[in-house]
């Protein structure tokens, strides 16, 4: 196969583990101007404007993003975003079992932590944080 029949996939980064993965398996929002401040909303179609936010299907990544300011960073704005808790509900259900990650994800939580990609993956599967 030559390199011009090879699709291309687009990579996106989560802001909660920092693992890449393709742009499809990640949850996406949106900061949107809402008069003077921003709202984070949910925008898989890529309806809103502006720069997406990427997260994995995982509750665990969608709260570490709120706490380490992931989505104020991505966006690349001043001030805050409100962020409605209600956002994360689901997420787990949509990702399934082990977080909807294939082996090269589950490699790469891994590697980011030094472990063996094993015990990463018998807690993924408990519903423990990686």
């Known amino acids: 196969m030559s390199a011009r029949d090879a699709r ?3 990579e996106r980064r989560c802001l909660g583990c920092g693992a890449t993965a393709p742009k499809r398996d990640l949850a996406r929002f949106a900061a949107v101007r809402d008069g003077t ?3 984070l909303m949910r925008d898989d179609g890529a309806s809103h404007g502006g720069r997406g936010l990427y997260v994995c ?3 665990v990544c969608f709260e ?3 706490a380490r300011r992931g989505f ?3 966006a690349r704005i001043r001030g805050e975003i409100t962020i409605d808790p209600d ?3 689901g997420l787990d ?3 399934g079992l082990g977080g909807g990650m294939g082996k090269k994800r589950i490699y790469e939580i891994a590697k980011g932590e030094g472990l063996p990609s094993s015990p990463v993956l018998q807690r993924l599967q408990r519903g423990g944080v990686p």
Do not use: I, S
């Open 8 to 10: 291309h996939t687009p």
């Open 37 to 39: 401040e921003y709202v």
């Open 57 to 59: 299907r995982r509750r």
């Open 64 to 66: 570490r993003a709120v």
């Open 72 to 74: 104020v960073r991505g």
């Open 87 to 89: 956002l994360a509900a």
């Open 93 to 95: 259900k949509e990702a």
